[in-house]
């Protein structure tokens, strides 16, 4: 059997020309479930014959479809973000070719002899040769592209067989290097459909939207024979093709999805159709739908499940569209391929604007400066083509897809321009995105990838040398990479899409962790990720970088984001308040607002709030309501929630919330000094107890405790470890993770304690002078710590502030600050100042790769307590930030999975001034400046009661 075809780089053969996806009411018939199904490590061991009813497959095993075989024992799975798994050698692919071989027999009727059939595959990975009942129907590639065929005449009343050869690696593998696992198999649905004489063999409709006179207008590319009819607008058994105009329509958008339900239909068919009314346009250098200027809040997202790999069940996508709407996200670049079609519609019915991507990307290329990259290389050109083309008939009659894009990170080249030059000739109503093409030679809107701030300033002012730059639309496809904590410094990015017209928002990189759901021998769950199978050549864990956790549990960045893409802006002016609608169309009627006033995070009124009509940019400055007299900190919040139900959220569900302080702080008011006691193992100050040696407090009301000292040290985050001057290497260079303590001074007064240290790395000759004051009431001990570099640093601060161990015991926290969730320097728009309480295990946040987390910011007080009612209560004068872990900055540091991560008998505290920022440097910009923490003078005060 030859296998040729596997190294040859044009397309497949044997397929019929693309269409849209639809069903109808015609008969069709779902095969997946169980195939038979054996893997050979190479195509020459491949067995002969599989393709005939009389082989004998009784040895071999049940594989379900839609999967990937090797998420089902079968090989494994490898993951690689730029390099090729294999020699790069175009067309050729390694003779070690793992080959799945898959048969499914299965039962019709007569009646399906009676019209034509087609025999529909929605997507193979890489490259498969398909025969029916012994004959061959052709061979497909393009894994995430569908492929239909013929097969009306060669079935039979009774038992068919249906044969599937899958190689693993192929040509088509040159064009698929996207930034996810290498999965292989038949993992998207295989589908007999019933093609009745008649019929409708394609439609396309276009449903455009005049926004000054609130017209539509709608005709159908489709068989003349076909009609149309859309009750809702009383339009019945129209003749398709032929153009209509509706008086006034309601428009599709983003923020209100409105489909009209339709009919096409033939004397032998019927086609159930929903249609959106919308016009894409670019005016004065902006992407606009229905008039206005989009921003799109999006991400990137790609098709991903813990145990399924990209065979995504049904309702785990619409869980996706669901969290995203949640979250006020509004648009999906659908990176790198295009998903399941259920996908896009489910984008149709809930409102997303959608970039459908090209199943293509040749990243692997870069590392040879593009030599012999396939986007220049005349014999590739039929395949980019037939990629393109397939998506762009399959998906034409999404309203939700405003943006077409030729692919990803495949440099640029003649057969770009190609693509570009069908689509547009094809669908001129869309426009065409490939960040590829840097001079804007053939695409609509100038795109880039994880520009920092300053550069997309730039770019808004028209500071920039091409004029295409200038005169573009501009988005970040790819912005603020979610790789563990983080991203940090959405903002400002937020900022600056808001100042700059141009400036339509952008992706964030991703929405996923691609984790793959494994066990240790014990049973303890945990995700793997490169390397964890064995794999040779892998990226690690930056396939884990979303704002998703890989079971689809939610991120502190996705509450972030959700935070930052808030469409309504709720902030304090010098008497009252201001409410934004930041809305792309719509008012704020599908809102309520109301009030709540919270003293020391108890609330002690709450009420409605009245915001008049506001219109899409508009904004309303408003009093505050009337507010009973309070003592202590108050707060008030505004929270904008939705007033009825949709069908992602219920009545209730937050999208917006802004707080305004209104009654400062009470100052604490001190008991009376007490006298320091000499015994002769230890110095007693009120309820501490310290080393008369070193000046280290030892007990706290009876309980032994650890610490406190200073700590410039934290868990090293995947964006502190990033790939563009990683801070973490400049901290282990300067020796911050093993920092050493000297005593240079104890002075016990009679009132008060001093001990007086210098911290600092070996080897090295910088430091930092720590002075400990301590000093007690009658019910408390309080400690003033007062920190100043001493000599030349070299570099920032991971952290600064102290560690201090507790008996594990105390492991329910409640305290009054910022929260529910973690939350640092420049990921902080999210916290909420308020009274919250949590376990200690309920702090942790379980990035998949452990590092840094559960850090609460300005934090008044915090009260540990144990399940007989003892409490440890720290205060701050004013705050202090709060970490508390049953494990060890260096077990966290050194854990490589949750499952590594040990519980000891304490609980590790960290009360820190600052933390450095997060940033994105895991791919992105690093930290910005105003959010680098740097050695300087600084002072923390404490107060300890128990």
Not at 66 to 77: C, E, I, M, N, Y
Request: glycine share 10%; proline share 8%; hydrophobic share 35%.
């Amino acid at each position: 059997m030859s296998s040729s075809y596997v190294e040859d780089p044009a397309p497949g053969h044997g397929s019929l020309r693309p269409r849209a996806y639809f069903r109808s009411d015609a008969r069709s018939l779902d095969l997946g479930g169980d195939w038979r199904f054996l893997l050979s490590p190479n195509i020459p061991s491949a067995p002969e014959g599989i393709e005939y009813p009389e082989f004998d497959d009784s040895g071999w095993t049940d594989l379900p479809v839609p999967a990937h075989w090797q998420l089902h024992g079968h090989g494994k799975p490898a993951y690689t973000n730029v390099n090729y798994p294999f020699p790069v050698d175009p067309p050729r692919v390694p003779s070690d070719n793992p080959t799945g071989d898959y048969r499914r027999r299965f039962t019709l009727d007569g009646d399906w002899l009676t019209q034509p059939a087609v025999l529909r595959f929605d997507g193979i990975d890489s490259c498969a040769r398909i025969w029916l009942n012994g004959n061959e129907l052709g061979v497909t590639k393009g894994s995430r592209l569908p492929s239909e065929f013929e097969v009306g005449p060669l079935l039979r009343a009774g038992e068919n067989l249906l044969v599937v050869r899958v190689h693993q690696w192929s040509a088509a593998s040159y064009l698929e290097d996207q930034d996810m696992w290498w999965l292989s198999g038949i993992f998207r649905a295989v589908t007999l459909l019933a093609r009745p004489a008649g019929g409708i063999p394609d439609y396309w409709i276009h449903a455009d939207y005049d926004h000054r006179t609130g017209r539509g207008t709608l005709s159908v590319d489709t068989d003349p024979a076909v009609r149309l009819s859309i009750p809702e607008l009383d339009l019945h058994d129209h003749p398709a093709t032929q153009p209509i105009s509706f008086a006034a329509v309601d428009p599709w958008s983003a923020e209100e999805p409105r489909l009209y339900q339709g009919e096409l239909a033939t004397d032998t068919e019927r086609v159930q159709v929903r249609i959106g009314f919308r016009t894409v346009s670019i005016e004065d250098g902006q992407v606009k739908v229905n008039g206005r200027r989009v921003f799109f809040r999006g991400v990137n997202r790609h098709e991903h499940h813990p145990d399924h790999g990209r065979a995504v069940p049904l309702d785990t996508a619409r869980a996706d569209v669901e969290l995203m709407k949640q979250h006020n996200i509004n648009a999906v670049r659908t990176s790198h391929y295009p998903p399941d079609p259920a996908f896009l519609a489910l984008c149709d019915e809930y409102g997303l604007w959608v970039i459908d991507e090209c199943d293509l990307e040749t990243h692997g290329f870069g590392k040879f400066d593009w030599d012999r990259n396939p986007g220049d290389d005349p014999q590739w050109s039929d395949a980019y083509l037939d990629r393109m083309r397939r998506m762009v008939e399959r998906d034409k009659n999404h309203p939700s897809i405003i943006l077409w894009s030729l692919g990803n990170e495949g440099h640029t080249g003649a057969n770009f321009a190609r693509m570009a030059q069908w689509t547009r000739d094809r669908d001129p109503g869309r426009p065409i995105h490939y960040e590829g093409d840097l001079d804007c030679a053939y695409v609509d809107v100038y795109s880039r990838m994880y520009a920092h701030t300053q550069e997309v300033d730039r770019i808004g002012r028209g500071e920039v040398d091409n004029p295409r730059h200038r005169e573009l639309p501009f988005l970040l496809c790819e912005y603020a990479h979610a790789m563990g904590n983080g991203p940090g410094g959405l903002l400002e990015y937020r900022e600056l899409f808001e100042r700059h017209p141009r400036c339509q928002g952008g992706f964030i990189w991703e929405w996923i962790d691609h984790g793959i759901r494994r066990h240790t021998p014990d049973g303890r769950e945990y995700f793997a990720y490169g390397g964890d199978f064995g794999e040779t050549i892998h990226d690690g864990n930056f396939v884990i970088d979303g704002l998703l956790f890989p079971d689809r549990t939610p991120s502190p960045g996705l509450t972030e984001l959700a935070k930052i893409y808030e469409p309504v802006r709720i902030t304090a002016t010098t008497d009252g308040l201001r409410i934004e609608n930041h809305h792309d169309h719509t008012t704020l009627s599908h809102l309520t607002f109301h009030w709540t006033l919270e003293t020391e995070g108890t609330q002690v009124a709450q009420g409605e709030l009245p915001v008049p009509t506001l219109h899409s940019g508009q904004s309303i400055d408003l009093p505050l309501p009337e507010l009973p007299a309070t003592q202590g900190e108050t707060w008030l919040t505004i929270h904008a929630t939705l007033a009825t139900d949709t069908p992602w959220a219920k009545a209730g569900h937050l999208i917006a919330w802004g707080q305004l302080p209104i009654t400062p702080a009470t100052p604490p008011v001190r008991t009376g000094a007490v006298r320091i006691l000499h015994a002769p193992t230890e110095l007693r100050l009120g309820l501490g107890g310290f080393d008369p040696h070193t000046g280290t407090l030892t007990s706290l009301g009876g309980h032994r405790v650890t610490g406190p000292r200073v700590d410039l040290w934290r868990a090293t985050t995947d964006n502190d470890r990033g790939e563009h001057h990683p801070d973490a290497t400049a901290w282990r260079e300067a020796g911050l993770h093993r920092v050493q303590h000297r005593v240079a001074q104890i002075h016990p007064g009679d009132t008060e304690l001093l001990v007086r240290t210098r911290v600092a790395p070996p080897g090295l000759a910088f430091g930092l002078l720590a002075d400990y004051l301590w000093t007690a009431d009658t019910d408390s001990l309080r400690l003033r710590l007062d920190l100043a570099p001493d000599g030349e640093w070299p570099c920032t601060l991971p952290r600064l502030g102290l560690r201090l161990a507790i008996p594990g015991a105390f492991d329910r926290v409640r305290w009054f600050g910022g929260g529910p969730g973690e939350a640092y320097a420049d990921s902080r728009q999210a916290a909420r100042i308020g009274l919250h309480t949590a376990t200690v295990d309920e702090l942790q946040t379980p990035y998949v790769f452990p590092q840094e987390n559960g850090n609460r910011i300005d934090v008044r007080w915090a009260e540990l307590s144990t399940v007989d009612g003892q409490v440890l209560r720290i205060e701050g004068l004013p705050t202090f930030d709060l970490t508390a872990r049953r494990w060890t900055t260096e077990a966290l540091e050194a854990a490589r999975h949750t499952t590594d991560l040990t519980p000891t008998d304490q609980i590790h505290l960290n009360l820190d001034l600052a933390q450095h920022g997060l940033g994105t440097n895991s791919c992105g910009p690093g930290v910005l400046p105003q959010y680098r923490l740097h050695p300087r003078k600084a002072a923390l005060e404490l107060v300890f009661r128990i």
